[in-house]
């Protein structure tokens, strides 16, 4: 079996805000076709993490290598045939209809005043099929349910044909059903296509599901980095969210799931 490629590489990387430093001194890489849930509490940084990561933002210190060449230098057209950021609550200024949104996705492939290509619209239709979005084609984003809407962006970040997908809470404010629905999208993408996913999440048993790597940020440092075995454990989440939890493993899937007890919380002396 070939090594996978090393597709992103972050060394000591730093970020402030107003002189406030929110990210230090982070540093993890990641192969083709990796899939790695970022977890921790409200404020650690994770957001600002993938600003960064989608040069977003600039970072104070440290390096971002992505496929061996450093992210700056990438113009911001070919950085976005590469990335592509998913963010919470996305509205858009007019009233689109879904295919005019997904069509959004094909930008960074199109020339000024040049329609859309074969291979375009095959992006387009493929990513609409891979969301089960093509039966909304026709219909206004602004009227459809917060379920609907999350799949439609994900369809145009999809016709986006990143190979690296960066996501902020992609499952939020989803009945469990739409939760399973949208990690089951993301699993089939990164399987099939191999593109390579970095998921904000906060529901850690949902994510375990679906990958091994786990990525723990607090204060805007690293504290744990490593596959759900080692990390999906008692002590280490009751340290990072300050809260006393139940740490079992799921009969059916053999995967760690994790239940906050009662309104206890630990002090942190
Ligand atoms: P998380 O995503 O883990 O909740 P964020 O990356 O959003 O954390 O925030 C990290 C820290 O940076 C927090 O202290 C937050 O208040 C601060 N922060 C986030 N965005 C800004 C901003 N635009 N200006 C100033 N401070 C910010």
């Given at each position: 079996m070939n090594p996978r490629a090393e597709i992103l590489r972050v060394e000591n990387l730093c970020a402030t805000y107003n002189g406030n430093?929110?990210?230090?001194?982070i540093s993890f890489c990641l192969d083709e076709g990796d899939f790695l849930a970022i977890a921790g509490p409200n404020g650690a940084g994770k957001s600002t993490l993938l600003r960064v990561l989608a040069a977003l933002m600039k970072p104070s210190a440290g390096e971002i290598m992505l496929f061996g060449r450093p992210?700056?230098?990438?113009?911001r057209r070919a950085l976005s045939k590469k990335i592509a950021i998913v963010f919470q609550n996305i509205s858009f200024p007019y009233d689109f209809t879904v295919s005019e949104i997904v069509a959004l996705g094909r930008t960074p492939f199109l020339s000024p005043w040049t329609p859309l290509s074969k291979k375009d619209n095959s992006s387009i239709r493929e990513a609409m099929e891979l969301t089960d979005t093509w039966p909304l084609r026709e219909r206004s984003f602004s009227r459809l349910s917060a379920g609907e809407r999350q799949r439609v962006v994900l369809a145009k970040a999809f016709a986006q044909q990143p190979s690296i997908l960066l996501l902020d809470e992609?499952?939020?404010?989803?009945?469990i059903h739409h939760q399973v629905g949208i990690f089951n999208i993301l699993a089939r993408l990164n399987q099939q296509r191999k593109t390579t996913i970095l998921c904000i999440t906060h529901d850690l048993s949902l994510a375990a599901q679906y990958t091994d790597h786990f990525l723990f940020l607090s204060h805007g440092k690293i504290v744990a980095d490593g596959s759900a075995s080692v990390v999906i454990e008692k002590r280490i989440i009751e340290e990072l969210f300050q809260t006393e939890v139940y740490v079992g493993t799921?009969?059916?899937?053999?995967r760690p799931f994790i239940y906050p007890i009662k309104q206890t919380t630990i002090n942190s002396s």
């Open positions: 430093m929110v990210l230090r001194d992210l700056t230098s990438f113009s992609p499952a939020t404010h989803l009945d799921l009969p059916q899937t053999h």
